[in-house]
């Protein structure tokens, strides 16, 4: 409030002051044995009474005046640095939103890489033990030739034409590749039978149509391929060497599976060490972080689970260490007191009573 309109209020205040004095007299009982001048000298009385009030409380009122101009002056910074903690506010929120969205991000891709690796290793497995079942198994009707090559089955192709038997086996081929991908797209154990059949599929009608034309060799109904009746023991023994070979390297490729897991850790170690050598604390927490993620992923590959090695692993050094306590206690020393190559001695101790 400025000082002129406190001027007009004061005006107007001794007016209305004015005006109902007259009032008063006018209404008063007493106002008929009053005279005019009287009643008009009262109040003008009561309105310099009044112009006096207001003029006292001009003072007053400037002092508040300046007490809001300096609370307004104190409070613009006040208000202008919460506007702008307001502002900071809502950046460190969006870009805690943004955080969280590439966190999520990772997260997710992270997930996906791990379930696309598990996959892979599952199929990788899969594939190893399928084939070699089917590589076992051709290797087994080769070292059983002359048994395979009598054998019902093989009788019964021989008494089609040719021409039948190859369609029947080449059919029955097919039918067991469809059969071994339907079975193999359940998964687990499932695609490991899968990829037997599948296998077996392929080449089992070859080996049928060999030992067709062998037994029609034997029977002289048909002249040896390579000019002899009998294939000679030492290329069917070759050939079931192949075989076996095959079977084993399907078995490994399913045993060793996990083996590129184990190329991860070694390069996340590397990789560790050489982030505390340069010691940067934030790198080196970053690197052992994707260090126990890698471990974590490998206990996946071996159906390992890692709280239970991690406890067991802790129940395995308490015991161990409770052990060297006990042994320096029989000597009546405690740990403080004996020296590492002492404890280490005693660990070894411990560790051999284990086994």
Request: glycine share 10%; aromatic share 4%.
């Amino acid at each position: 409030m400025d000082l002129t309109a406190l001027g007009r209020y004061r005006g107007t205040a001794a007016g209305v002051l004015s005006l109902a004095a007259c009032l008063l007299l006018v209404l008063s009982p007493s106002a008929s044995a009053q005279s005019p001048e009287a009643g008009l000298a009262a109040a003008e009385a009561r309105a310099a009474a009044a112009e006096t009030d207001a003029t006292e409380l001009e003072p007053v009122a400037r002092l508040a005046e300046a007490k809001l101009k300096a609370a307004r002056g104190q409070a613009a910074p006040v208000r202008l640095e919460a506007e702008r903690a307001a502002d900071r506010v809502a950046a460190t929120e969006a870009s805690l939103r943004r955080t969280h969205l590439r966190a999520v991000a990772s997260v997710r891709k992270a997930e996906e890489e791990r379930s696309d690796a598990a996959k892979d290793h599952d199929e990788e497995v899969a594939s190893g033990v399928g084939f070699g079942i089917a590589a076992l198994v051709l290797a087994l009707i080769t070292l059983a030739w002359g048994w395979f090559r009598a054998s019902t089955t093989v009788a019964y192709l021989a008494r089609l034409q040719l021409g039948q038997a190859i369609g029947l086996c080449v059919g029955g081929g097919f039918v067991a590749v469809f059969v071994g991908a339907a079975i193999g797209s359940a998964g687990g154990l499932a695609e490991a039978v899968g990829v037997a059949i599948l296998s077996l599929g392929l080449m089992l009608p070859v080996a049928l149509l060999l030992g067709r034309h062998s037994a029609e060799v034997q029977r002289g109904g048909s002249k040896p391929v390579l000019g002899r009746e009998r294939i000679p023991e030492r290329a069917i023994q070759t050939i079931a060497a192949l075989f076996a070979l095959l079977f084993f390297i399907g078995l490994g490729s399913a045993l060793f599976a996990g083996e590129a897991e184990s190329g991860e850790i070694t390069s996340k170690t590397r990789e560790l060490a050489e982030a505390s050598a340069s010691g940067r604390n934030a790198k080196v927490a970053e690197e052992f972080g994707d260090l126990l993620f890698a471990m974590a992923n490998l206990a996946r590959h071996l159906r390992v689970d890692p709280e239970d090695a991690l406890r067991a692993a802790n129940a395995k050094f308490v015991r161990r260490f409770k052990a060297i306590e006990s042994g320096l206690a029989a000597q009546g020393r405690k740990p403080e007191d004996a020296s590492l190559d002492e404890m280490e001695a005693l660990w070894q101790k411990a560790k051999e009573q284990e086994k």
